[in-house]
């Protein structure tokens, strides 16, 4: 059974910083692509950063230069670390993971919880 859990999550001013951190088990991040999404009230799920299985990274025009994905291959996390955050970037976050390196959250198998990330201006 594969599980996806996330934390990190908060409260912080415009111009702060998080990291979001997902641990996994059930199964090794080298066999997925691992991406974080959003999801703000009243908005669709929206694609944020991924990593494919050879570590190559993609990220949305929105947090590009602000956020970084990364994983840690020993421990099986994937984290996001989330810089000069803006209160746009208040939202639900979520770790995934699928076959394919995409946005399109229906791509995706499994899925955390979410953690809540709230940005004040």
Known sequence: QVQLVESGG???QAGGSLRL???ASGYTYSTYCMG????APGKEREGVAAVDSDDSTSYAD??????TISKDHA?????????SLKPEDTA???CAAGPLCDY???LYNYWGQGTQV???S
């Open 10 to 12: 908060g409260s912080v």
């Open 104 to 106: 399109d959250p229906d």
């Open 36 to 39: 974080w999404f959003r999801q």
């Open 92 to 94: 639900m976050y979520y």
């Open 75 to 83: 421990k099986n996390t994937l984290y996001l670390q989330m810089n």
């Open 21 to 23: 951190s997902c641990a």
């Open 62 to 67: 929105s947090v590009k230069g602000r956020f």
């Open 118 to 120: 709230t940005v004040s």
